[in-house]
């Protein structure tokens, strides 16, 4: 672990390495100052190692992803196109199918040569300027779904108007489609390398790929010694495309490419480690790797706070920990200049960008705030910045990093310098009121000087000093420091001016006299103190109680709506007053997004607005301005996500600056949050709504079906009874008509019943282990009157597995069959039935020697109430079929129909699934043999 | 003097139709309408068996069925309500038979022989069932006079069929008394082991005769 983190070259010491450490584990005395330590990895690990029990996210991301091959340069030039052309041309030949995304190739004839075997995806032309640019055609690719695709650039920045703003997302959503991508990228565009590479080039990288896009990737360092690349360089083999070496005339200076080149090499070796890392943590081999180590970064509204995220972003990566970054809400910060706030909405964004969970939390200092985090979140280890206040501030708010070290026991403090680029003026917002209070001061001070030349002549002039005081306090309570030290000031010249002795003048006789000025200063300076901290927390107090209530006040309102229009408009109207947006909500009305419900209520949405509201809802993630796709929409948007489901999108729009600032950011989670919760329970209670009155509707369906059972059975056995009892009797035609009618009348009403249960639902399959040959003989007992003379062949060998089934179900799928089969073949004819074990399970097959299905009939065949023309000879409702169908579905079995290949006469089949077959116990386990 | 039969049904129709194929075939038959007055009927001496519908007005014919039995009358089952679980219980309370409504006559004549042969045979030593005879007693089976060597389980299995040939036995009872009762779920110790009876048993194992299969319910012994 030391060895990722030995300072190799100067400038990423420098710019980069905390300052010091300070770390002092619990139970040991305090050390009278900090400890210095040599390097960061020395103070990781004093948890025992042990393997995490759940496999890695990086992993489980993987799957079903496409695989993500970077080939790592140090600068242009290196020959990453070329190398990955090669690549591809390897993948070829084993029979992959790769195309070109995109590869630019800069009219090299060498270049395009090794293109050309490629089929290349025909770049989107997209005019810019004067010139017209090509861009990777996103969609084409997706469409063209190839299992490889080479895409040069991976920091390439899209022309506005393509899906995402930079190809890495490009590439991102290539490979969620499954296809493998192989990309080139430079050294410098590591987004927490940023500052390291700015620091020795002399300039700014625009062009970054944020960290996480290596994470799970296979990194190849495209490698060239630095003299080599300069011969290169000066035989004109290398074409300057990057603004980085346009900007830099030095760029390919010896010192600088043999920086880039130790920087891409280390870049490698950190993703190879930390994949072996997460490979031993999901096999559970040993290692010794760091758990459990959880880092804190702690922001303020400093100019050098993105390099102590970056730094911090680092340090994680080599801890494999969890990082978040804090952002305490003081009273101060509730006065900070709005210069001050976009720095701090700028350092949590890019914080977010690498990786870092983000929290605010309000307190009253920064230490009680960072404090309380530390406690509550179990971090082992604080980053924090070195500040570069005056003395003067520190010695007043204190200084944090004193404060960390001495407070908190067996936490690693890892301070870094700030470094300044620019310096904002964070003065606190100067306050209209200000002149407000110099003059109050004033006319204070006037009145009790003259109230006092007044009094003083029955007094004595020593008692007048303690009158000076009111106008002091006065100032200090209603208006602050300043005034009051100007009040101060003025008291003590008024009272030495007309008081004191010399009379008249400024000059001070009595040492005594100068005592009583002193105080009076110290009085001002210690009242306003005092009041001024009062009123900011009671400003900050009162803005949190205000939050909290107006939460409150959302959650109560919502909770009392049960419609969506009324959600909707609740919504709308508190997320807007709240947060000072305009506000949106979309609901799926018939498979489209459409307005629930806005504030204002005239809010229009361009077709980019609603392309991002459709991906927010797709994807469950963020879209539109300020986010990571489709930022040319003037709306956020962001998923109502529930355990449901997304049910919705909430889109907010400013006129200016960001839409939700990131001090309300936490408001705004919130108020998603009880949105998404008030539109899960809208949804549950219409489910449950619909479920009540299926249910009235089944037991509806019930009640009729056991009074049809029960009402028309009676009679119905009646009439078959006596049907029979006048067949043998009467012996006379009509009367054996009369009992053949009635069994038909029985059959029919068999299956009424049957498929009214179905239909309801009532028949639920009840599974149990059946042997074919017991569910025929029994099928074949019941139909024995019914076969009018025709021959039943079994063939139904007594060795096939047992199967499922359900044997009410089974034995009335044999009846129907059987029946059917003996109803459209000729008498006499045989009717077979067929048991086979199959590759796939088993199946059972009733053939019959009739006329055939016509051509095409097998596929209406199994709708409930068709009967097959051309074969009906003697007539029924086909609802026989249907129920074969059904119940076949019901028990998870496959179902055919079809004409027999050896001769004339129609097949049906039932099909059993391996996973439907019983094995069974060995007959000898059960004591059979 | 008390008819040998007993038809308790509430339908009028139903009980003459009943009585009248009853009448044809040679069996006098009373007649109850209510599940009170069939009891009363039942009691009476002289009375044999009982044909008892489960859907009487008042009260729910299941009931009956232990009652009765414990008169020592048998018992045939018309059921209009053909769910599996009914007629299940109903045998597991000792009925010895039962047919569904709507029904064959030819079918519901055949029960009723079936049932008083059995009460006239008598739980004898010797069973008989087409070609087999089965001795209890000396665990003897005997095919065409030549003995058939069983295991253990199968000459258990076979002998419960026995105890009452013809009637349906359910599954619950064969697998408790031949595996005891932490089985009573294991159907297919019953099909394996059924399968391995009709091996040494029917002439033709793929489609027997001996051995009689009632879906969803239990098995019967031919005789």
């Given at each position: 672990?030391?060895a ?26 305090r ?42 340069g ?11 052309l ?69 920091a ?46 002399r ?100 100019p ?49 960008t ?55 026991d ?24 200000a ?8 006319a ?18 020593n ?72 009123q ?9 109680a ?35 947006v ?55 948007f ?116 049957e ?55 089974l ?119 | ?32 309408s ?60 000792g ?40 001795d ?46 932490g ?21 033709d ?19």
């Amino acid at each position: 672990m030391a060895a990722i983190f030995r300072p190799v070259s100067i400038s990423y010491c420098r710019n980069s390495m905390p300052g010091y450490c300070a770390v002092r584990p619990a139970n040991t005395p305090r050390a009278t100052g900090p400890i210095r330590f040599g390097y960061i990895g020395t103070v990781i690990n004093d948890a025992a190692p042990q393997p995490s029990p759940d496999i890695s996210p990086r992993d489980s991301r993987r799957e079903g992803r496409g695989r993500l091959k970077i080939l790592l340069g140090a600068a242009p030039g290196v020959g990453k196109t070329f190398k990955m052309l090669r690549d591809g041309a390897d993948l070829l030949r084993t029979g992959r199918d790769v195309v070109v995304g995109i590869v630019e190739t800069h009219g090299s004839a060498e270049t395009e040569a090794l293109a050309a075997p490629f089929e290349t995806i025909a770049p989107r032309t997209i005019a810019s300027g004067v010139d017209t640019v090509a861009e990777l055609d996103l969609d084409a690719l997706l469409a063209r779904n190839p299992q490889v695709a080479l895409i040069d650039d991976l920091a390439h920045n899209n022309v506005a108007g393509g899906r995402h703003p930079k190809r890495w997302q490009d590439i991102d959503e290539i490979r969620g489609a499954g296809i493998d991508v192989v990309t080139t990228v430079n050294i410098q565009h590591v987004e927490s390398l940023g500052d390291i590479v700015a620091g020795f080039l002399r300039i700014r990288i625009l062009e970054t790929v944020p960290d996480s896009v290596f994470d799970d990737a296979e990194i190849e360092v495209v490698d060239l010694p630095p003299d080599e690349l300069i011969a290169r360089l000066q035989a004109g083999k290398v074409y300057l495309s990057d603004d980085a070496t346009r900007a830099n005339p030095h760029f390919y200076s010896k010192s600088n490419l043999s920086a880039l080149r130790e920087l891409a090499l280390r870049r490698a070796a950190q993703t190879v480690d930390r994949q072996m890392l997460d490979h031993l943590r999901s096999t559970g081999e040993g290692g010794s790797f760091s758990a459990g180590v959880r880092l804190i970064v702690a922001i303020g509204d400093q100019p050098g706070s993105d390099n102590l995220i970056r730094a911090a972003k680092r340090l994680a990566d080599a801890l494999g920990a969890q990082w978040t970054a804090v952002s305490v809400e003081t009273p101060r910060t509730a006065s900070l200049s709005p210069a001050a706030r976009a720095t701090l909405a700028a350092s949590l964004k890019l914080a977010t960008t690498l990786g870092a969970a983000i929290v605010t939390v309000p307190a009253p200092t920064v230490m009680a705030g960072l404090r309380a985090m530390i406690i509550e979140s179990q971090a082992t280890a604080v980053v924090i910045g070195k500040s570069r206040r005056s003395w003067w501030f520190e010695l007043r708010h204190g200084s944090v990093v004193d404060a960390l070290v001495r407070d908190l026991d067996g936490v690693a403090v890892h301070v870094v310098p700030a470094t300044m680029t620019a310096r904002h003026d964070d003065t606190p917002v100067k306050r209209p009121w200000a002149t407000r209070g110099i003059a109050f001061a004033a006319a204070t001070v006037t009145l009790t000087t003259v109230l006092a030349w007044i009094v003083a002549p029955f007094t004595g002039p020593n008692s007048i000093d303690l009158l000076y005081l009111l106008p002091v306090i006065a100032t200090a309570t209603l208006f602050g420091l300043r005034p009051s030290l100007f009040a101060s000031l003025a008291a003590a010249l008024a009272y030495n001016f007309f008081f004191l002795l010399p009379l008249y003048t400024f000059t001070i006789e009595d040492p005594q006299n100068m005592v009583t000025l002193v105080v009076l200063v110290i009085v001002a300076t210690v009242a306003s103190q005092l009041t001024g901290r009062l009123q900011r927390e009671a400003t900050v107090g009162v803005r949190m109680a205000n939050e909290n209530a107006a939460l409150a006040a959302f959650g109560q309102r919502l909770a009392a709506v049960s419609d969506e229009a009324g959600t909707a408009r609740i919504v709308c109207d508190e997320v807007g007053r709240l947060l000072h947006v305009s506000t949106i909500l979309l609901a799926r009305k018939d498979g489209k997004l459409t307005i629930a419900g806005a504030n204002p209520a005239d809010v229009v949405l361009d077709p980019i607005d609603h392309a991002a509201a459709d991906w927010a809802f797709d994807r469950g993630e963020p879209a539109g301005r300020d986010t990571t796709t489709i930022t040319a929409s003037d709306w956020q948007f962001h998923p109502l996500a529930t355990s449901m489901g997304v049910l919705g999108v909430i889109g907010v729009g400013a006129d200016h600056g960001e839409p939700v600032p990131s001090d309300r950011r936490l408001l705004f989670t919130t108020l998603i949050g009880q949105a998404a919760l008030a539109h899960e329970r809208l949804r549950a209670e219409a489910d449950l709504r619909e479920l009540v009155a299926l249910k009235q509707r089944d037991e509806l369906r019930a009640t009729l079906l056991s009074s049809i059972g029960h009402d028309l059975k009676t009679p119905l056995t009646a009439v078959v009874a006596a049907a029979e009892a006048m067949a043998t009797t009467q012996r006379s035609p009509e009367a054996a008509l009369l009992k053949s009618e009635a069994r038909r009348l029985r059959r029919v009403f068999d299956n009424l019943v049957e498929m009214t249960r179905l239909e309801t639902g009532a028949a639920g399959a009840g599974m149990e282990a059946t042997d074919l040959v017991d569910a025929i003989g029994g099928a074949v007992h019941d139909l024995r009157a019914d076969l009018g003379g025709h021959k039943l062949v079994l063939d139904v060998p007594a060795s096939l597995p047992l199967v499922e089934a359900d044997p009410r179900m089974l034995n009335h799928i044999l009846v129907n069959l059987v029946g059917n089969a003996a109803k459209f073949s000729a008498a006499g004819t045989p009717i077979t039935i067929q048991g086979r074990r199959t590759a796939s399970g088993v199946t059972l097959a009733v053939i019959d020697a009739g006329p055939g299905l016509p051509p095409g009939g097998a596929d209406i065949l199994f709708e409930r109430f068709t009967r097959v023309t051309g074969t009906d000879m003697t007539g029924g409702t086909g609802l026989g079929l249907a129920i074969v169908k059904g119940f076949a579905t019901a028990m998870g079995l496959g179902v055919r129909a079809g004409n027999r290949t050896d001769g004339d006469g129609a097949m049906f089949a039932l099909d059993w699934p391996e996973t439907l077959l019983r094995h069974g116990p060995a007959a000898d386990t059960v004591g059979a043999g | 003097m008390t008819a040998p039969l007993l038809i308790i049904d509430d339908e009028p129709a139903i009980r003459r139709l009943v009585r009248g194929a009853l009448d044809r075939a040679g069996f006098a038959a009373d007649e109850a309408s209510t599940a009170a007055d069939g009891l009363a009927a039942a009691r009476r001496a002289g009375c044999e068996l009982v044909l008892l519908d489960l859907g009487l007005p008042d009260r729910d014919g299941i009931e009956l069925v232990p009652l009765i039995k414990a008169m020592d009358r048998a018992v045939i089952v018309l059921t209009a309500r053909d769910t599996t679980a009914e007629k299940v219980s109903a045998l597991d309370l000792g009925a010895d038979d039962y047919v569904v409504k709507p029904f064959d006559t030819e079918e519901l004549l055949a029960r009723v022989r079936a049932a008083l042969r059995r009460r006239g045979a008598g739980a004898g030593a010797l069973v008989t069932a087409g070609a087999i005879t089965i001795d209890a007693a000396r665990h003897e089976v005997h095919r065409d006079g030549i003995a058939i060597s069983l295991t253990r389980k199968e000459f258990a299995l076979l002998a419960e069929l026995a105890r009452f040939p013809g009637r349906v036995i359910t599954h619950t009872q064969l697998l408790r008394s031949v595996w005891g009762a932490g089985h009573t779920d294991d159907v297919e110790y019953l099909r394996v082991t059924v399968r391995s009876l009709r091996r040494k048993l029917e002439p033709d194992p793929a489609q027997p005769t001996l051995i009689r299969n009632e879906p969803g319910i239990g098995y019967r012994l031919m005789d």
